[in-house]
């Protein structure tokens, strides 16, 4: 069975992100949507809550789970027993980063491996961070994050 690892802050989890999951629950046994806990990126909604987001997000999905984790990445793989980790590309801007992440990751542990997954067209502009400034300006985002998340946006 190939379990495959979806890690990020989540905060909060958007259309975007969901694309990414519906196209890796399409490639593999099981997807482990791994939840950063980050407190170095000060993420507007704390972990309970952007857990809770991604699981009312993915519900739909079967063989998707949600977890949340404090350690090295590679670490949670090895706990997750999975050798793969799939990571979004939204745009260049995003390859540089990711590229450094993929390789920074393999020389903690040469298993691993980074698979780049593109979102649809019209989920290339979401962001967490366009999704979050929006809800600092009381703006609508419902076009931006899953329905099932809404009522958690409503009071931020």
């Known amino acids: 069975m190939k379990r495959v690892i979806y890690p990020g802050t989540f905060d909060?989890?958007?259309?975007?992100?969901?694309?990414?999951?519906?196209?890796?629950?399409?490639?593999?046994?099981?997807?482990?949507?791994?939840?950063?806990?980050?407190?170095?990126?000060?993420?507007?909604?704390?972990?309970?809550?952007?857990?809770e987001m991604a699981q009312k997000a993915t519900q739909k999905f079967s063989n998707v789970t949600v977890k949340s984790f404090d350690t090295l990445l590679v670490n949670f793989c090895q706990k997750e027993g999975s050798k793969i980790i799939i990571r979004g590309l939204r745009a260049v801007s995003d390859f540089e980063y990711e590229l450094q992440i993929g390789y920074a990751n393999q020389s903690l542990d040469p298993e691993i491996e980074t698979l780049y997954l593109m979102p649809s067209l019209q989920n290339a502009?979401?962001?967490?961070s366009v999704v979050r400034a929006i809800?600092?300006?009381?703006g609508d985002v419902s076009h931006l994050v899953p329905s099932s998340i809404l009522p958690m946006l409503e009071n931020v």
């Open 12 to 51: 909060p989890i958007t259309n975007g992100h969901l694309d990414i999951i519906k196209r890796a629950a399409n490639i593999f046994d099981e997807v482990v949507v791994a939840v950063a806990k980050s407190e170095e990126k000060r993420p507007m909604f704390d972990i309970k809550t952007r857990v």
């Open 125 to 128: 502009f979401i962001s967490s």
């Open 135 to 138: 809800l600092r300006f009381k």
